[in-house]
């Protein structure tokens, strides 16, 4: 007979090892390596990564547990994220990634940053065929596949010589950001520069 032994072990965290702990998660901002040659998308950044407990925890909440729009707390920490990473630059206007299954939240959320920072909000990036969750799919090529020739900008001239900042809530593979990204060159932007709430970290499952 062959006896099984599971042995639970707890941890403790000191006091200074949770303020060194929050402390990474704040200062450390995750980036969106999406350049790509002959597009003129520019890496981008996260506010968090999607493993925060707290900051996964609210997406998940809003996205699949009808919780609402984004809380507060996502907005600030997303507002602090653009302001050490971009407070310098110019931009012409916000546009935010058509959502898969999160229905207004993207929209709501980035219409709310568009008044915190003060830069126009455009509502002419549409999806013209539908795609499935990005979740649903392991290798990157299927991912770009799925997105492919899916979108389309209802007002072209709109973004013709402008600086865009590209919102979307989550990103993973970045195959959507990608897509959007050489659609917007094609129709002359000058520069896209991606912003998410969060970035995931080993291929969580929650992203469109």
């Known amino acids: 007979m062959i006896w ?7 941890v403790k965290i000191s006091a200074t090892w949770s303020e060194k702990i929050k402390a990474f998660w704040d200062n450390n901002l995750p980036v969106l390596e999406v350049e790509e040659r002959g597009s003129n998308i520019v890496n981008g950044i996260a506010a ?14 809003c996205k699949y547990e009808k919780g609402g729009p984004f809380p507060e707390f996502l907005l600030r920490m997303v507002v602090k ?7 310098d630059e110019h931009f012409d206007l916000i ?6 299954e999160s229905g207004k939240l993207v929209e709501e959320f ?5 008044k915190e920072l ?6 002419n990036l ?13 290798p990157k090529v299927l991912k770009r596949i799925n997105v492919s020739s899916a979108f389309d900008y209802s007002s072209p001239s709109e973004v013709r010589g402008k600086s865009v900042l590209l919102f979307d809530d989550i990103c993973d593979s970045g195959a959507t950001i990608k897509e959007i990204g050489r659609l917007l060159t094609r129709l002359g932007a ?16 929650d992203n469109d």
């Open 4 to 10: 099984e032994i599971q042995v639970k072990y707890s």
């Open 48 to 61: 968090a990564y999607y493993g925060n407990s707290n900051v996964g925890a609210a997406i998940h909440q």
């Open 81 to 87: 994220a653009f302001n050490r990473s971009f407070k």
């Open 95 to 100: 546009v935010f990634v058509p959502p898969t």
């Open 110 to 114: 980035a219409g709310r940053l568009s």
């Open 118 to 123: 003060e830069i126009p909000l455009s509502r």
């Open 126 to 138: 549409i999806k013209i065929r539908p795609t499935q969750p990005q979740k649903i799919y392991e």
């Open 190 to 205: 000058v520069k896209i520069t991606p912003l998410v709430i969060a970035k995931t970290v080993g291929g969580d499952l």
